[in-house]
């Protein structure tokens, strides 16, 4: 990894979770979960640099994310949770080399963040099935749990990473 790339990781790490602190923590999720912006640097990144960097960055991220603000369950729960979800985020790079008109870039944006929502999805399927309420499947309880808090931050990155990436020159 190149120097300057190195950095512009370095930095999309550090504000993110700089952002991660400002948040809209919603009542209903007891355990986890907030709308924030954090991942906003972590999709510029990747559209900037491309995915490589982009899930590197999301990956280092969750580490940080996870230390930040721990919950444990079990490691592969973890993993899910933190760098496997932020890593995803990454995939908005592969919109990288398609000539990335605001409109790809929104759907990269959204695409990748739907990918983090399926990694907290599993990880509420497999490891949080005990706090659905009873009567409610799985897979419904998680669904909606974890998209309570995605969809909003989702609808934020698809709205603001293609202004942003206009106004930031290469």
């Known amino acids: 990894m190149r120097t300057g790339t190195a950095a512009e990781t370095a930095v999309a790490i550090a504000l993110a979770a700089v952002l991660s602190l400002i948040r809209i923590k919603l009542p209903h999720l007891a355990y986890g979960g907030s709308v924030s912006l954090h991942a906003l640097p972590i999709l510029f990144l990747a559209l900037r640099r491309g995915p490589r960097a982009g899930m590197l960055a ?21 993993v899910l949770d933190y760098p496997a979800a932020f890593a995803s985020l990454g995939l908005a790079g592969l919109a990288a080399s398609t000539g990335s008109g605001p409109w790809t870039i929104a759907a990269a944006s959204a695409g990748a963040s739907l990918a983090r929502l ?33 969809v909003p931050e989702t609808l934020i990155a698809a709205a603001s990473i293609p202004w942003l990436v206009r106004r930031v020159p290469s």
């Open 58 to 78: 999301g990956a280092a991220y969750g580490v940080v994310n996870f230390v930040m603000t721990p919950y444990l369950v079990h490691p592969v729960q973890l």
């Open 118 to 150: 399926g990694s907290h999805f599993l990880s509420g399927v497999v490891y949080f099935a005990h706090l659905a309420p009873e009567g409610t499947p799985v897979w419904k309880y998680s669904l909606l749990y974890n998209a309570s808090y995605m």
